[in-house]
């Protein structure tokens, strides 16, 4: 099997991670919106909103050096000499964090949860955990261990999701239906811990090979930070300037459209585990072509799932919201699906300025976009309302991409196809609008028309000759090996792809239960 086939097959392997971690905060959405309140699920958004920032800023850096500097490391001890003293700096700098969310608790209390002290706790709690897990799957994500990576991300999703539905279930008040979010990412903390000491035992390391691990990570900071504004902190500024209602109509809306995002995590988690070894090695065409077809795979995807999103937004938020939410939110969908376009296009190009080390740019990028971003946010909210915020996003991601585009094009060629990309823009029009002629409504309808737009779509693909032949037979070597690998694999991976596939089955039988009540 050719070393490319395999990262396609990880390609896979993420994917599939990601659409199930995608599907549990979806599924939960109808069981949330339809048991409390649209101020209460406003909540709900705002604490998920907070633990996605904690470990951008109390990681520093880390995991992403993590991935750079060792994924190439094949001795055991000098893994160890790095690994401990990063992942003991990080208890550190979260504690810190942590901290001052207690110190100053009252007023982020009532700035983002209607001033119960009791999420704040939960949402510290979690946040910590959240920070540590990130450096532990982190580990598992430099050394390619993508079965271990995969199950934990879906674990850590699944067992919050799944305890937090039988708390919404058994009546529980929302400040304890929080609490279920916390028992997920407390489970695989202490499964991935358990492994890695039992893999590198337990040690201090190295403190001085930090000093040129923080002088890469630390100017990450800013653009992790900042990227987190971009995506997140609307709805800070939509809470505060409009209420937690309004955040309880935006949410579903953006989170339908951010899903296209997962799309580009597998890229993410892969290249830059992979490019790194091609570019030591001076290998600028391998380099290249890994870059090239990942752009290609991850606009083949995200073009036509953008389309069909923007066209289905209004239907497919009144099956999983209730039509206040819907109603408010739909427009909302286009904008985000747009936005995170650019941003998986600038997600695969940064890592030309990652592999000449120039995260200095990229830090200095974000600030400026983040800057842009809350500005944007302060004068089209007020006059835009939700709709201003989306607006915001989609600039501030447009604004990314270029920049970085433009650099990069200084050191590497840019992964592009301006003749493909036509032929997949083309295409996914053509199945917008067959789907918009159908005008779906009901969850068996949307399910139709969603099987009749991947039809027509890649009819057209095939019909324009946007794939290769040479991409079909690869695609058909993975289908192969992958009818091999359900022959003659383990039990251990049978049952994990068996656990995932009940996930999905009993997942989509709650929500179809859920409509039909």
């Given at each position: 099997m050719s070393e490319y086939v395999r990262f396609i097959q990880r390609i896979g392997l993420v994917g599939l991670t990601n659409i199930l971690i995608s599907?549990?905060?979806?599924?939960?959405?109808?069981?949330?919106?339809?048991?409390?309140?649209?101020?209460?699920?406003?909540?709900?958004?705002?604490?998920?909103?907070?633990?996605?920032?904690?470990?951008?800023?109390?990681?520093?850096?880390?995991?992403?050096?993590?991935?750079?500097?060792?994924?190439?490391?094949?001795?055991?001890?000098?893994?160890?000499?790095?690994?401990?003293?990063?992942?003991?700096?990080?208890?550190?700098?979260?504690?810190?964090?942590?901290?001052?969310?207690?110190?100053?608790?009252?007023?982020?209390?009532?700035?983002?949860?209607?001033?119960?002290?009791?999420?704040?706790?939960?949402?510290?709690?979690?946040?910590?955990?959240?920070?540590?897990?990130?450096?532990?799957?982190?580990?598992?994500?430099?050394?390619?261990?993508?079965?271990?990576?995969?199950?934990?991300?879906?674990?850590?999703?699944?067992?919050?999701?799944?305890?937090?539905?039988?708390?919404?279930?058994?009546?529980?008040?929302?400040?304890?239906?929080?609490?279920?979010?916390?028992?997920?990412?407390?489970?695989?903390?202490?499964?991935?811990?358990?492994?890695?000491?039992?893999y590198l035992g337990i040690g201090i390391g190295k403190w001085s090979n930090l000093k040129e691990q923080l002088a890469f990570a630390l100017p990450t900071i800013p653009s992790n930070v900042s990227s987190w504004v971009v995506d997140s902190s609307d709805k800070y500024v939509i809470g505060i300037l409009i209420g937690s209602v309004a955040v309880g109509c935006y949410s579903p809306g953006y989170a339908l459209g951010s899903i296209l995002l997962m799309f580009l995590s597998p890229f993410a988690v892969l290249l830059p585990a992979i490019l790194p070894e091609h570019y030591e090695k001076g290998d600028i065409g391998e380099?290249?072509?890994?870059?090239?077809?990942?752009?290609?795979?991850?606009?083949?995807?995200?073009?036509?799932?953008?389309?069909?999103?923007?066209?289905?937004?209004?239907?497919?938020?009144?099956?999983?919201?209730?039509?206040?939410?819907?109603?408010?939110?739909?427009?909302?969908?286009?904008?985000?699906?747009?936005?995170?376009?650019?941003?998986?296009?600038?997600?695969?190009t940064n890592n030309i300025l990652i592999l000449e080390k120039n995260t200095m740019i990229l830090g200095k990028l974000w600030i400026v976009v983040a800057i842009s971003n809350i500005v944007l946010n302060l004068l089209l909210v007020p006059y835009l309302n939700i709709l201003g915020a989306a607006i915001a996003t989609l600039i501030c991601y447009i604004l990314a991409f270029a920049v970085t585009a433009i650099a990069s094009k200084k050191t590497m060629r840019l992964p592009f196809n301006i003749k493909e990309l036509l032929k997949i823009v083309s295409a996914a029009l053509i199945m917008g609008i067959a789907v918009y002629i159908m005008h779906p409504i009901g969850i068996i309808n949307v399910l139709i028309s969603i099987v009749a737009g991947v039809i027509i779509y890649f009819a057209t693909i095939f019909i324009l000759k946007a794939v290769?032949?040479?991409?079909?037979?690869?695609?058909?070597?993975?289908?192969?090996?992958?009818?091999?690998?359900?022959?003659?694999?383990?039990?251990?991976?049978?049952?994990?792809?068996?656990?995932?596939?009940?996930?999905?089955?009993?997942?989509?039988?709650?929500?179809?239960?859920?409509?039909?009540?």
């Open positions: 599907l549990s905060s979806l599924i939960f959405i109808p069981i949330i919106t339809k048991s409390f309140t649209t101020a209460e699920y406003g909540m709900w958004a705002q604490v998920n909103t907070t633990i996605a920032l904690v470990p951008n800023i109390a990681n520093l850096g880390l995991p992403y050096t993590m991935v750079r500097f060792l994924s190439a490391e094949k001795d055991k001890e000098k893994i160890k000499d790095s690994f401990y003293p990063m992942i003991s700096l990080t208890f550190i700098s979260t504690l810190i964090i942590c901290s001052l969310f207690l110190i100053f608790g009252n007023t982020i209390a009532n700035a983002l949860f209607n001033g119960s002290m009791q999420v704040l706790y939960i949402t510290t709690a979690i946040s910590f955990f959240a920070c540590m897990n990130l450096m532990l799957i982190s580990f598992f994500r430099t050394f390619q261990q993508m079965k271990r990576y995969s199950l934990f991300l879906v674990l850590q999703s699944y067992i919050g999701v799944f305890v937090s539905i039988y708390l919404t279930y058994a009546g529980y008040d929302i400040e304890t239906v929080v609490l279920g979010l916390l028992t997920g990412y407390v489970a695989v903390f202490i499964m991935m811990a358990f492994l890695i000491v039992k380099v290249d072509k890994y870059l090239s077809y990942s752009m290609k795979y991850y606009l083949l995807l995200t073009i036509p799932a953008a389309v069909g999103m923007s066209v289905l937004s209004k239907p497919l938020l009144y099956i999983i919201t209730t039509p206040e939410i819907a109603l408010g939110g739909y427009m909302v969908t286009p904008f985000v699906c747009l936005g995170a376009i650019f941003m998986g296009m600038y997600g695969i290769t032949r040479k991409e079909i037979a690869i695609l058909k070597e993975i289908a192969n090996v992958y009818l091999m690998i359900s022959i003659t694999e383990s039990q251990y991976k049978k049952g994990t792809y068996t656990f995932l596939f009940l996930i999905f089955l009993v997942l989509f039988v709650i929500e179809l239960a859920n409509e039909m009540l």
